[in-house]
């Protein structure tokens, strides 16, 4: 409903009166509310804004409620972590401040209660949900029941309109009955009883696995109703492509399970090399010597007779069908003294693939590197290719080094995969074990259409 009609509505509500009808306005939502007869009788326009007014004060009956309910809880809330606080323990007063927080953004369905506070918050969430959900449910089923009365009645009126020729009104009724047929809001209330349960949780969706580190998690519906990157996420025993235990993440959402807001949520670690380690030596070692020294990490230095140079580490990153974002930092040194190799570049598979992020030029001293890109191969490989001179005129650069000290290499954006899917009653409708088979829900962060 527009401000412009609220404020009507609550002019007309001060004047008891509803237009040039004698009835008041509060009798008319109940009226409309119970006595469906007496609908078509109205013009197309007292029909509209009866409708509107029945369901602006249906809202508001919610929202009253929904504020005195959330400010009890946040009161209960304030003593249990003073509580928390007193005793010093710091991850359970965290959580419950948390807690307020979700409460204070309106946020429904909730995630699931953090493991530092479980003991603590488990009794009054039960209790705030279960009298939330009662609130939730008995105002979807209100403005359930009204748009149902308003569809009837508007179906009525087009025919009575047509019939007498009407048929510009007939038209008007009909652009009306379409647009209460799409509001979102009817259909989050229409959805609302079988998407939340009454322990607050929206219905599961799906388990998604990510690339990379194959970490699985239940995806639930969001509070319109919809799988989206808003979505409750929670940790699950892993199904497929990995170790068979209960994944770890922090990540509340899908988009930070994806790595949206990457910042904020673990990343998947596909390679992190010190000099403590010793020698780095990957799988592909073409036209290199590979060497080590303390406090200096691993040397690679062109091999003599060399025609071609590069380093090459197999199965770290993904591929085209399992796209991600990733991260590389490294500590190096191209040495001034080199004849012509003066830098390097990063490589998502093959002489083909996809560079990430920008080539570096050595200074002659140490420094801390970082790039990032989104990969793009068939190949799940990460080469490092040397450059500063042509593949024709490599002999040039036979004896050149670069000295590497650490290597890091991240996933900061995944995509997720379809391991299961669940039908509105909870049912497993899809089940697929086989990663190469399994269908993209997010592919590099981004939430695939049509699903």
Avoid: C
Wanted: no cysteine; charged share 30%.
């Amino acid at each position: 409903m527009t401000s412009d009609l609220k404020q009507r509505w609550k002019i007309e509500r001060k004047k008891a009166t509803f237009k040039n009808m004698k009835y008041p306005i509060h009798l008319l939502t109940i009226v409309f509310a119970l006595m469906t007869v007496w609908l078509p009788a109205l013009s197309v326009e007292d029909l509209q804004f009866s409708y509107e007014a029945a369901v602006l004060e249906t809202n508001e009956g919610r929202d009253k409620q929904l504020g005195t309910l959330n400010q009890r809880y946040l009161t209960a809330l304030s003593k249990l972590r003073e509580q928390a606080q007193k005793r010093g323990t710091l991850d359970k007063a965290v959580a419950i401040k948390n807690e307020g927080i979700l409460i204070e953004e309106k946020t429904w369905p909730m995630p699931p209660i953090p493991q530092a506070a479980s003991k603590a918050l488990e009794g009054p969430r039960r209790t705030y949900l279960k009298a939330r959900f009662g609130i939730e449910k008995d105002w979807a089923l209100k403005t359930v029941m009204l748009a149902d009365k308003m569809e009837k009645a508007l179906r009525a009126k087009i025919v009575s309109l047509t019939k007498s020729g009407k048929l510009e009104e007939a038209q008007g009724a009909q652009v009306l009955l379409k647009r209460i047929q799409e509001d979102p809001e009817l259909a989050n209330a229409r959805e609302l009883p079988s998407r939340v349960m009454q322990s607050g949780r929206s219905r599961a969706g799906f388990i998604v696995r990510r690339n990379g580190d194959d970490l699985e998690v239940l995806v639930r519906y969001d509070s319109k109703g919809k799988i989206s990157l808003k979505s409750p996420v929670e940790n699950v025993v892993e199904k497929t492509g990995g170790k068979r235990e209960k994944g770890r993440t922090s990540a509340r959402t899908l988009g930070e399970f994806v790595g949206l807001g990457s910042e904020n949520t673990e990343r998947h670690i596909a390679l992190d090399y010190t000099p403590k380690d010793g020698k780095l030596t990957p799988d592909e070692v073409v036209g290199v010597d590979v060497s080590s020294k303390k406090d200096e990490g691993t040397i690679y230095k062109i091999r003599n007779g060399s025609e071609n140079a590069y380093l090459g580490f197999s199965n770290l990153l993904g591929t085209l069908s399992s796209p991600a974002t990733y991260r590389v930092i490294g500590e190096l040194k191209i040495p001034k003294e080199n004849n012509t190799l003066s830098g390097l570049f990063f490589k998502h598979g093959n002489s083909t693939g996809t560079i990430i992020g920008e080539q570096i030029i050595g200074s002659g001293n140490w420094e801390t590197v970082i790039r990032e890109g989104a990969g793009g191969s068939i190949l799940p490989l990460f080469r490092i290719h040397f450059s500063g001179f042509k593949l024709s005129d490599i002999k040039r650069a036979w004896g050149d080094k670069v000295f590497l000290k650490n290597l890091r290499i991240e996933f900061i954006k995944f995509s997720a995969h379809i391991v299961e899917q669940y039908g509105d009653s909870g049912e497993a409708i899809i089940t697929e074990k086989n990663p190469s088979r399994q269908r993209l829900l997010v592919t590099n962060g981004v939430l695939v259409g049509g699903l």
